[in-house]
């Protein structure tokens, strides 16, 4: 049996690996194609278009890969009306995935979508749009389950599996030790190209005076796919890079430098104190500060239900304010420690273990026997 299965950046690469992943321990007769990354790719799943070709974020900057865009979900339609899946799993990604969605629908593909449109935090009108063609949404948070609910939807709550994989790789993987006598400052610049190309001059210059002010080692974390080109500087500055899984690095760092997404959470889950900053377009920003609904833009920070770490955005995401903020985190053990203890809140509120196997089996649910 064939099932197609779609994600679009790394965070959903990461889920889609693991929810492809349960799927075939409870059913191994399974088939997987669709589009994702390497992760997906390594469990099994084959792909018809690879994720990192239409990655990007903000509203008008895909303008550029509209096109690119386009074909790619010509590509995607044409291989499952050839292959005619069982029912297609959607990964987050919505303003690609829910105009996708309504096309396989009509073509008689039972559609499941796994980690819910944040229509809790804007454009809630999408939720009457999703009722026409979605069998079931598998969502991350209970409150969110709700809402779906409420509009007519089949909606089951799985958790975030994101806690069960960190602490499975801090099992397995022990935090990478530091050396003697330094701290160490891990820098996560985001996980797509035009993020890293914002972020990366004003995270790197503060890093580099951090380390200069103090005792202490700068790494730099790439997300998978991105190249050493897109970090300039970073040897000359005596910094060095971790590839790989990122938490046992993150366990054992005194400060994390992070572009706003899923890392902040699994920052926050390998207890990590944080700055967490955003730039995008001018145009991009204005509108989103008129459609956003939510006081905090860190995943971290919306599931603490305060801002436990600050959030520099647009013009407040400078080298001086990043460094005045990591600073506080570096030179005071009751300031670090006290998000510390506010982490481990957070991991208690994504649930228990478990969350990848609760997903496969509400899609198992909608699959024929």
Same mark, same amino acid.
């Given at each position: ?7 679009g950046?790394?965070?959903g690469?990461?889920l889609?690996a $693991? ?5 075939g321990?409870r059913?191994?007769?399974?088939s ?5 990354g ?9 792909r ?7 990655s ?9 890969k509209l096109?690119a /865009?386009?074909r790619?979900?010509r590509?995607?339609e ?5 292959e ?9 990604? =919505?303003?690609f995935h829910?105009r996708l969605?309504r096309r ?7 559609? @499941?979508?796994y980690v819910?449109p ?9 939720v009457?749009?999703?009722? #026409? ?5 598998? *969502? ?10 409420r509009a007519g939807i ?5 958790g975030?599996?994101?806690a069960d994989?960190v602490?499975e790789?801090?099992?397995?993987d022990?935090p990478?030790p530091?050396?003697p006598?330094?701290?160490r400052?891990? /820098?996560m ?9 914002r972020h990366w001059?004003?995270?790197r210059d503060?890093a580099?005076r ?9 790494? @730099?974390?790439p ?5 050493d ?8 500055a005596g910094? *060095?890079?971790h590839?790989?899984?990122?938490e046992?690095?993150?366990a054992?760092?005194?400060?994390l430098?992070?572009?706003?997404? *899923?890392?902040?959470l699994?920052?926050?889950l390998?207890g990590? =104190?944080?700055v967490?900053?955003y730039? *995008? $377009? ?5 509108l989103?500060?008129r459609l /956003?609904?939510t006081?905090?833009?860190?995943l971290?920070?919306?599931v603490a239900? %305060?801002? @436990? ?6 013009e %407040?995401?400078?080298?001086?304010? @990043? ?6 985190f570096?030179?005071?053990s009751?300031? #670090?420690? #006290?998000?510390?203890?506010?982490w481990?809140e ?7 273990r478990?969350?990848s ?6 899609v ?6």
């Amino acid at each position: 049996m064939k099932v197609f299965v779609s994600a679009g950046e790394t965070s959903g690469d990461r889920l889609g690996a $693991s929810l492809v992943r349960e799927l075939g321990r409870r059913r191994p007769g399974l088939s997987f194609f669709g589009m994702g990354g390497e992760r997906m790719e390594k469990e099994g799943v084959v792909r018809v278009a690879d994720s990192a070709e239409i990655s990007v974020v903000g509203l008008f900057e895909v303008i550029g890969k509209l096109p690119a /865009v386009w074909r790619t979900a010509r590509r995607l339609e044409r291989a499952a009306i050839r292959e005619r899946p069982a029912a297609a799993i959607l990964i987050d990604f =919505p303003d690609f995935h829910l105009r996708l969605g309504r096309r396989l629908a009509r073509r008689g593909v039972p559609v @499941v979508y796994y980690v819910s449109p944040q229509v809790w935090a804007w454009r809630s009108g999408r939720v009457k749009g999703m009722k #026409a063609f979605v069998r079931r949404m598998i *969502t991350l948070f209970p409150f969110e389950t709700e809402i779906y609910r409420r509009a007519g939807i089949d909606a089951v709550c799985a958790g975030h599996p994101i806690a069960d994989e960190v602490e499975e790789r801090l099992r397995t993987d022990p935090p990478v030790p530091r050396r003697p006598g330094r701290q160490r400052i891990a /820098v996560m610049p985001g996980s797509r190209a035009g993020e890293v190309r914002r972020h990366w001059p004003i995270l790197r210059d503060a890093a580099r005076r951090l380390a200069a002010e103090r005792a202490a080692d700068v790494v @730099v974390v790439p997300a998978p796919g991105v190249a050493d080109a897109l970090f300039p500087g970073a040897e000359e500055a005596g910094m *060095t890079f971790h590839r790989g899984d990122p938490e046992p690095l993150l366990a054992a760092s005194d400060v994390l430098l992070v572009s706003s997404g *899923t890392s902040t959470l699994q920052g926050a889950l390998c207890g990590v =104190p944080m700055v967490v900053v955003y730039r *995008t $377009s001018a145009a991009t920003m204005a509108l989103a500060r008129r459609l /956003v609904k939510t006081p905090h833009i860190a995943l971290a920070n919306i599931v603490a239900g %305060e801002r @436990v770490v600050p959030e520099l955005v647009q013009e %407040e995401a400078t080298v001086e304010g @990043v460094r005045r903020e990591a600073a506080r985190f570096l030179d005071s053990s009751d300031a #670090a420690d #006290a998000v510390r203890r506010r982490w481990a809140e957070v991991r208690e509120k994504l649930g228990p273990r478990g969350a990848s196997a609760r997903a496969a089996e509400a899609v198992l649910e909608v699959l024929p026997a």
